[in-house]
């Protein structure tokens, strides 16, 4: 088999284990979801001009929602969620049961394995994407316009593969699969926390997040979800912030990636 062929059947051999596994698939597509809700529900109908701004409509000038920037908080949530949680702790869970080990004593590029581990949580990304926006689009009547598509998608894109390596670099840190969990979720709560995916962040918070990987995603899909931009739907700065971030992942999950189980 050619080395993509041997791709793409690892893609299939993961996304079967994924599937084959139905209460976890529910929940990841479930929790953004209910989150999404919980905060709509909340504060999603309130306004505020000064962060979020106004845009002409009719006529008329009409605050943004918060629910307009809900949307791409919660998608930066949800794929942070599918590919740094998702992937960090995979690889903490094999590496422990000896299966990364035997995957290295056989003949499939060690390469193969990893872009089938990567590719498979893309997959799950894209289709949760998918069901958040149009859960936003047809439940709450976010702002979208089609023509918007290609600088989401590419973000999107990016950002997973961003957090996929910063998966595979963080599951090098971790002895052990009882410590697994806490490891992984301090960094990721910390960003959540940090980064505006529950408020509009400003001053000394937006200007230490902006250099963190999950606020320049939420700051970019703001652009495609913002109804008041009449400038770039670009932002150059964050994908350049995403793609360091994604390259200096990689780099350390290559020097310090482990097969074995660690002892002790």
């Known amino acids: 088999m050619s080395d993509l062929a041997l791709v793409g059947a690892q893609v299939r051999y993961e996304q079967k284990s994924y599937w084959r596994n139905p209460g976890a698939a529910f929940f990841t597509f479930a929790f953004p979801l209910i989150f999404f809700f919980i905060l709509v529900s909340t504060a999603g109908q309130q306004t505020d001009k000064d962060d979020l701004g106004t845009y002409l409509h009719n006529g008329h000038q009409v605050a943004i929602k918060l629910v307009q920037y809900y949307t791409p908080s919660i998608l930066g949530y949800a794929v942070m969620s599918a590919c740094f949680l998702a992937v960090a702790m995979t690889m903490v869970r094999q590496r422990e049961a000896g299966i990364l080990k035997r995957m290295r004593g056989t003949p499939l590029p060690s390469w193969t394995y990893l872009g089938g581990v990567i590719g498979s949580s893309m997959i799950v990304t894209a289709l949760l994407s998918v069901v958040s926006i149009l859960f936003a689009v047809i439940v709450y009547g976010v702002y979208f316009p089609?023509?918007?598509?290609?600088?989401l998608i590419v973000t999107i894109a990016l950002a997973?593969?961003?957090f996929c390596a910063l998966g595979i670099a963080v599951s090098s840190l971790i002895p052990n699969i009882d410590s697994g969990p806490a490891i992984v979720n301090l960094p990721f709560f910390v960003l959540v926390f940090i980064s505006g995916t529950y408020f509009p962040i400003s001053g000394t918070m937006e200007t230490i997040a902006k250099d963190l990987p999950l606020r320049p995603l939420i700051a970019s899909m703001y652009k495609v979800f913002d109804p008041s931009?009449?400038?770039?739907?670009?932002s150059g700065r964050d994908l350049l912030v995403l793609a360091l971030w994604g390259i200096?992942?990689?780099i350390f999950a290559v020097r310090h990636f482990r097969w074995t189980p660690r002892k002790g």
């Open 160 to 162: 997973a593969l961003t």
């Open 146 to 151: 089609i023509g918007h598509l290609l600088p």
């Open 248 to 250: 200096g992942s990689s």
């Open 229 to 234: 931009n009449t400038g770039s739907i670009w």
